[in-house]
């Protein structure tokens, strides 16, 4: 009860109405913890043209939301890629980062699977994009070390039933379509995925691209 109810003396009405009030205080707290959550949610970007460059990363995570610990609002993107796009990546490993990307090439890109997730789970995504920012270069390898095996370590991360088929290494729709099929077996919560809605005029991002003619 509040402290200014509990120290005064009322009439009965009035008691009955601090009683209220610190029920709906009460309920309110309640209520605004529960909508204190981070959504994370898994991409895959069709190959093809961004601005002037080839569309990498092909899969990529995003988390939004608010954290529920200190009601921090979450809004970043994460995916791993060549540092530069070119046909060495077909026989070598290259240097690679974790990449951020506008909010277009998010709208561009195809989701899968979208789950809540605690702040411990939130701590433990961001470790995984830690630790692969510091890998020592070259990080990226087309067959052992891709987007694909980024958004892989991330699910685990969040014990989800991540495949190891190696059918999938360079196949990241469909890795996370079974991840989402997989998913939707247990007792997470699932959220399907919508239509791809390409943007018109997309502007060109920073990440320094030529060519390639390989999916990722």
């Known amino acids: 009860m509040p402290y200014w109810c509990a120290n005064q003396k009322l009439s009965g009405g009035s008691f009955r109405v601090c009683q209220l ?3 709906a205080l009460f309920f309110f707290a309640l209520a605004s913890g ?3 959550e981070v959504t994370l949610t898994f991409y895959s970007h069709h190959l093809g043209t961004y601005g002037f460059g080839i569309t990498f990363p092909h899969a990529h995570v995003e988390l939004s939301g608010t954290t529920g610990a200190d009601a921090k609002p979450v809004k970043a993107n994460f995916g791993f890629t060549a540092e ?7 026989s070598d490993s290259v240097e690679g980062a974790v990449v951020s990307m506008p909010d277009d090439y998010i709208a ?3 989701p899968h699977l979208s789950l809540p997730i605690s702040d411990e789970q939130y701590r433990s995504v ?9 890998y020592p270069q070259p990080s990226y390898n087309l067959d052992t070390h891709n987007c694909v095996t980024f958004v892989k370590e991330i699910a685990i991360a969040l014990r989800l039933p991540a495949s190891n088929n190696v059918k999938f290494i360079r196949s990241p729709k469909e890795f996370l379509e079974d991840l989402q099929l997989r998913t939707s077996k247990t007792n997470r919560i699932v959220a399907t995925g919508r239509p ?10 920073t990440t320094k691209t030529k060519t390639v003619r390989t999916g990722d």
């Open 21 to 23: 009030l610190a029920a």
């Open 34 to 36: 529960a909508c204190a």
């Open 84 to 90: 530069t796009i070119s046909p060495s990546i077909l």
């Open 108 to 110: 561009m890109s195809q």
């Open 126 to 134: 961001l470790a995984v994009v830690d630790r692969w920012r510091k």
């Open 196 to 205: 791809q809605r390409p943007i018109p005029s997309a502007q060109p991002h």
